[in-house]
């Protein structure tokens, strides 16, 4: 990955998904307007905060899709991630709450 990039891989599949309810939404549905989680799987040299392994929340309008042997990733800039989950990030008294902003 060059400088400021992000490739990570999406969570749950695109297609036929249901509700919480049981109710089969078809893949043609749109989406509602939120974002998505994904994890990183690569990272740029200038890239500050976000490592490999650590999950990150992104607009999925803001996304360009790559394909790489065969699986499909997403690649991002760190400015496009509005979020990451990592266990390596904790507070001035010890606790983690695994989120930063």
């Known amino acids: ?5 992000v490739l990570v891989r999406t ?13 089969l939404i078809p893949a043609t549905a749109e989406l509602s307007k939120r974002c998505a989680w994904a994890e ?3 990272v740029g ?16 309008e803001d996304r360009a899709e790559v394909e ?4 499909v990733y997403v690649l991002l800039r760190e400015r496009d991630i509005h979020a990451v989950a990592s266990e390596r990030v904790s ?7 695994g989120l930063y902003l």
């Open 11 to 23: 969570e749950g599949p695109e297609g036929e998904r249901r509700s919480t309810g049981g109710i």
């Open 68 to 71: 790489v042997r065969g699986t």
């Open 91 to 97: 507070d001035a008294d010890g606790t983690s709450t």
């Open 40 to 42: 990183a799987v690569a």
């Open 1 to 5: 990955m060059l400088h400021d990039r």
């Open 45 to 60: 040299q200038n890239v500050r905060s976000i490592e490999p392994g650590d999950r990150v929340l992104y607009d999925p």
